[in-house]
């Protein structure tokens, strides 16, 4: 599910900003942007989002401001740079004639020669306030995947619900279809002059039992009903169950799948393009789900 957060903590002088979002994956991955002075801390970072994160891709970025009162920034100067425009300023005074008076103070005013550094920080003195940022991030994103969670439960349930009714239209249409299949097997013995065999003729009864052991559509209906009540199921907890709604929508396909290929019926095979139609739309929420 989709999602920002962003969290901010203040200590020592220094200000840690925290800002999380997350898009869609089937796994859980993190990409986080964090400064030189907190590297050593990141693993513990990492290892808060995945803590409260069990699918989707997060990128996040902790960055750090210096207070006036702490910003005490020093300059380093860069030998090996001044050394450089000595070198290229005296050949040029000889090559011009001209008198190599050049002073310390103009050398110094030279691009690169003066660096400013930031105060070194030690990481580990802001594991705490980067965490507790972060843990502001990770409840403010947590908060906006929930209303998203429950806007995709409604609709899943919706649409459960439609294949439900549409479940149930195959399993009313089912006898029918068997029923219909004896009278065609006897109009084709009709058309081809050949006795019409009676009610307890073995040979009708053979094909016939024949036929419904080939074309039973009940197994495969007993399974869907149970993949509806497990994805039902799953829409009433709070922990994380995309990867099982996944799975249950795979299996689900399945058996619509066998249920279309096994009837041999033209309304059933209607039905069969509406369940998958409709299980597809399922399918690609489930992605979104956590």
Do not use: W
Request: glycine share 6%.
């Amino acid at each position: 599910m989709t999602g920002y957060g962003r969290g901010e903590c203040a200590a020592k002088g220094v200000h840690i900003t925290v800002e999380l979002n997350t898009v869609n994956r089937k796994q859980a991955e993190v990409s986080l942007g964090i400064p030189p002075a907190l590297e050593s801390i990141e693993p513990e970072l990492r290892d808060m989002i995945l803590a409260s994160i069990s699918r989707g891709r997060v990128n996040g970025r902790v960055a750090l401001q210096h207070s006036g009162a702490s910003r005490t920034v020093s300059n380093a100067v860069n030998e090996e740079q001044a050394r450089a425009y000595r070198r290229e300023l005296v050949r040029l005074a000889k090559s011009l004639k001209m008198p190599d008076n050049l002073s310390l103070e103009t050398l110094l005013r030279l691009p690169g020669v003066l660096e400013p550094s930031e105060p070194t920080l030690d990481g580990k003195a802001f594991r705490a306030p980067a965490k507790r940022a972060l843990g502001q991030a990770l409840e403010a994103l947590q908060a906006m995947r929930e209303k998203e969670g429950t806007n995709l439960g409604r609709d899943l349930a919706k649409r459960l619900a439609g294949l439900r009714r549409v479940a149930r239209r195959v399993a009313r249409r089912a006898p029918a279809v068997l029923k219909q299949h004896r009278e065609r097997l006897i109009e084709r013995l009709n058309n081809a002059n050949v006795e019409t065999p009676g009610a307890d003729d073995e040979r009708l009864l053979r094909e016939m039992v024949y036929y419904t052991d080939r074309m039973d559509i009940t197994e495969e209906l007993t399974r869907l009903d149970s993949h509806f009540a497990q994805l039902e199921q799953c829409l009433r907890v709070t922990q994380p169950v995309g990867r099982k709604l996944d799975f249950l929508a795979q299996e689900m396909f399945r058996e619509i799948n066998t249920i279309g290929s096994k009837a041999n019926d033209g309304v059933i095979s209607g039905e069969v393009v509406t369940l998958k139609t409709e299980l597809e739309k399922i399918r690609e929420q489930v992605q979104n789900v956590e």
